[in-house]
């Protein structure tokens, strides 16, 4: 079947199997593999992607979901300023990537937790917000310690920003 | 000065942007994708493979035993592992043979129209009927390996003994379950070079394995070279030669490059596990606490094939009584083989399983005893001039006094305890309960293993006139990156030798054609050994170089150049001096260096729903000197939440002798709700043999979680367990129908 859907920014048309993953689309025929498979059962997050608006696992997502709809991958993010950079700068500087195959679909959830426009209202302490956020995300080097201190100091930097302006 | 600091990691933003790229991501011309038919029976002799008549067979490329060019061998150990099966099968999923297609889903489809038609037998399921051994799998007894240890004399000791106490252990298998699948993209150059680019630990490992399989002496006409790899902990440190023996059969066969990716659920069902197993200890024990004698008797499953697994109990063996003195030690150690996929490693190495057994063991003493658990670590723990169970005398490198006070005081252990031992168990608030672990890890390869290895590593200079100093360095070894940070702190070793910045160093990634042997990444070895011949390897090639202190060490170095064409240093491991060991009476210095740690986990157990919460896990760890503290930090959060999960959460359900539960959503491994916070204290006893005094890291932290997690639960619950994993379901089973003391006070 032929869809229509954006990827950061950038329109395509495809002809492709109804249920072919959006995680297949993405990384053999866009050729965008940021985007990780760690378990095709939608428990371990390394998938994760933004579809309009909501973080989902893209190993569940198939193709006739996805006609019309705007995504927002690891190369997205890593291309945009602003938020999207601090974390990105947080997350290098904190640890959080030790083999790093489940570190991107961490920035997305972390990414898709400091667009919830909330975390970045004040400096406190939002570690356990941030625990709950990235539950969805499995990691086996970490320990997730440092993935959390990575996210977090970029809500603080984000709401220091705010308070400034 | 670059060691001691919090660098970022060289691989920092390539791995948070998702450019960094793993074998999954990489793509060939013409490549096709493959797969392995296995076998469906537990045990049995294959009759014939059927491929089916109603399935169009076209550009489908079949490898079969017989289309191996050289040995149908794994080589590892003992040449017992075939690449394919060729007519018995010795365990579920075992290979039989490859298929390869330019189309997944027609690969899929192939795969589901191969048959493996053959005559089931009954196989040996586990130790028991292993050790009978009616049915012969591996020589006429079934052990792969046994190991004695005898010092003092056991018999007399318990036969003047009055207090003296037994107690049986179970540890069940894990899953690594490293985020990246096993993965291989094979090919054949055009100069016949066999080539595999994959996810791997010991690149030098699989290129032994493929000359063997290809029938090929030259070293050269095999390469290996590693992808960025998603993680490993032992689980691609023997595992990737299979891999890449069916990826390369596949190559050769259809004359194209050949991705063969497993998917999760495959990878969990027919790859190595950590050995399950029974250990008991019995102790005899003086009044105040002290360790008299014991005697210890371990046996794990190894599964069909040899593999690592005499290796294995050795690590396990000599970890039996880590942290602690005594003069009367007997240990039989034995791993057998069952039909089931076999075993292999995974971090810790059988440590994980006796330092489970002792630690619960002298929990139930100190109670026998009366005294707490902490004071008879106090009575019986290692202290410089006191000798191991080998003989082996310990000097200043000794730390457990420090790691378990320093852990016992940022916990607040003792009045917890004490406060928890007292506490009535009521229906209405959690019963709360906090156990303690203290354990040793010898670093590096038993005995005469590193000089027998002798690894080697490389340092070599050149003119970088786009750098500052206009000289610029690459170090390069085999010692693969798979999370714990070698690159950056290689780079951070060689930077400081030889006075360059750190962006003036490049960490080559392994590949057989370019890097020299420096043993494979295992063993807790990576920094203290190999570290230690990078630093010692650049120390060598800046003193040759820099011999005019009025010259710029890029002036320097373009003279060196200019005579010597080169300029590089390979440092070979030299054993240190006075290092002997025992192999067949297991006596000497099993290791040139141990680290130490204490782990104290806190647990809250919810009397309506019986869930065990973890509250707090604190642990205090030796590792010499940490060249990065955030990554030293990293491996001990990591390693000590893997320890949580095989306490805790993960159960390996087996069926037919393999792993039923082969989904993430039905084996469970901590998210960041499960596990708090790991608080690390890093104690620093430098020790001289390693580079800037570093010890090993890699797999300690995962050796002592799971006693101090098991110990918190009976103190919480007032049950003894003496089982892993210990999970939800399995204390509710035990505590439902049963009468819970709830005036507390009895641990």
Partial sequence: MKIKFRVNGVDFEKDVRPLRRLLDILRIDLGLVGTKEGCAEGECGACS???????????????????????????????????????????????????????????????????????????????????????GNLCRCTGYVKIIDGIAAAAAKCAARKRAD | MNVGQRVRRTDAVAKTTGAARYVDDLSRDGMLYGACVRSPVQRGRILRI??????????????????????????????????????????????????????????????????????????????????????????????????????????????????????????????????EPQGMLAEITDDGVVTVTGSLQCPYYVHRALKAVFGIDDDKKVRVIQAETGGGFGGKEEYPSLIAAHAALLALKSGRPVKMIYDRAEDMAATTKRHPGEL????????????????????????????????????????????????????????????????????????????????????????????????????????????????????????????????????????????????????????????????????????????????????????????????????????????????????????DALGLPLAAIDVLSPDTAEVPDSGPTVASRTCMIVGGLVEKAARSIVKAVRIDPESSFFESLADYIQKHGVAEATETYVSPKNVEWDEDTYRGAAYPAFGWACDIVEVEVDPRTLEAKIVDVVTCQDVGRAIHPLIVEGQIEGGTVQALGYAAFEEVVIQDGAMFNNRLSQYIIPTAVDVPDVRVILHENAYAGGPFGAKGIGEMPIDGGAPAYVAAVCQATGFDFRELPLTPERIAERLVGNVVDTRGGDR
């Avoid at chain 2, 010795?90 to 690969?107: G, I, N, Q, S």
């Fill in chain 2, 50 to 179: 059927e491929f089916a008549d109603d399935f169009d067979w076209r550009g489908i490329t079949i490898v079969r035993a017989s289309d191996i060019p050289g040995e149908n061998v794994v080589k590892l150990l003992i040449d017992d592992q075939p690449v394919l099966a060729e007519r018995e099968l010795r365990h579920l999923h075992e290979p039989v043979c490859l298929l390869a297609a330019e189309d997944p889903y027609r690969l899929d489809a192939a795969v589901k129209k191969t048959k493996v038609v053959c005559e089931e037998k009954t196989p040996v399921h586990d130790i028991d009927a292993s050790l009978a051994a009616r049915t012969k799998i591996h020589g006429d007894d079934n052990i792969f390996k046994e190991i004695h240890i005898d010092k003092g004399n056991v018999a007399a000791v318990f036969a003047d003994s009055r207090m003296t106490i037994e107690e049986t252990f179970e540890v069940g298998p894990q899953e690594q379950l490293y985020i």
């Fill in chain 1, 49 to 135: 992607v933004i579809v309009d608006g909501d973080l989902v696992c893209s190993c569940l997502i198939p193709a006739v979901q996805i006609d019309g709809a705007d995504i927002k991958t690891i190369e997205g993010i890593a291309a945009e300023k602003g938020i999207a950079a601090d974390l990105l700068t947080c997350m290098a500087d904190s640890g959080a990537a030790q083999c790093g195959i489940c570190t991107p679909g961490f920035v997305m959830a972390g990414m898709d937790w400091l667009n919830r426009g909330s975390a970045c209202d004040d400096v406190r302490d939002r570690r356990d917000e941030v625990r709950r956020a990235v539950a």
């Fill in chain 2, 280 to 495: 008991v200890y019995r102790g005899a024990f003086a009044k105040d606490g002290e360790l008299l004698a014991v005697d210890i008797d371990i046996c794990l499953d190894g599964g069909a094939y040899c593999t690592l697994s005499p290796v294995v109990l050795s690590r396990c063996v000599l970890h039996a009584l880590s942290a602690y003195r005594c003069a009367n030690v007997k240990i039989r150690g034995r791993v057998v083989a069952t039909h089931s996929p076999p075993n292999g490693a995974f971090r810790g190495f059988g440590a994980p399983q006796s330092i489970f057994a002792c630690e619960l063991f002298l929990d139930l003493a100190a109670r026998e005893l009366g005294i707490s658990p902490i004071e008879i670590r106090r009575r019986n723990h290692l202290l410089p001039g006191d000798s191991t169970t080998t003989g082996q005398i310990l000097d200043v490198g000794v730390s457990a006094q420090e790691v378990l006070e320093k852990a016992a005081a940022a916990a607040d252990y003792e009045k917890k305890w004490n406060a928890y031992r007292n506490a009535p168990r009521l229906p209405d608030r959690p019963w709360r309960g906090i156990g303690l672990s203290l354990f040793a890890h010898g670093n590096g390869f038993t005995g005469s293993g590193e000089k027998k290895l002798a690894g080697r590593a490389t340092v070599r200079l050149s003119l970088r006139p786009d750098l500052p100093t206009g000289v610029g360095a690459v170090v390069l070894s085999s010692s693969a990156e798979i999370g714990q940070g070698v690159r950056t702190i290689f780079a951070q070793i060689a930077a």
